[in-house]
């Protein structure tokens, strides 16, 4: 059974930075995409970005630039390096997983994932 799990959230201020983790258990495609999606509450669901098994990465535009996406596969995890947080990135923000590959046009649109996490809730402060 595949299962992905967050770490990391908190509440920090504008300006600062966080580092989200997720842990991969019991996934074993040799193709894949894996990344993270954000959500408000009353809005709709958003890609962040993602990264595939060869290491190919996407952003959404709110987060090119200043977040960083990355995996280490020999700890079978993944990261979200987040700079320069604005209130606007406010969200719970949730680990996700594709089975063959990114479909970033529905990651894009909150959708395309497989496997989800249950969340964790970052705040940024003014």
């Known amino acids: 059974q595949v299962q992905v799990e967050e770490s990391g959230g908190g509440s920090v201020l504008a300006g600062e930075s966080l580092r989200l983790s997720c842990t991969v258990s019991?996934?074993?495609?040799?193709?894949?995409?894996m990344g993270w999606f954000r959500q408000v509450p009353g809005k709709q669901r958003e890609g962040v970005a993602a990264?595939?098994?060869?290491?190919?990465?996407y952003y959404s535009g709110s987060a090119k630039g200043r977040f960083t996406i990355s995996q280490d596969k020999a700890k079978n995890t993944l990261y979200l390096q987040m700079n320069y947080l604005k209130p606007g990135d406010t969200a719970t923000y949730y680990c996700?997983?594709?089975?063959?590959?990114?479909?970033?046009?529905?990651?894009?649109?909150?959708?395309?994932?497989?496997?989800w996490g249950k969340g964790t809730l970052v705040t940024i402060s003014d």
């Open positions: 996700a997983a594709e089975k063959f590959g990114c479909s970033w046009y529905l990651w894009e649109q909150g959708d395309g994932a497989d496997v």
């Open positions: 019991g996934y074993t495609y040799r193709n894949y995409c």
């Open positions: 990264i595939d098994n060869n290491d190919m990465t």
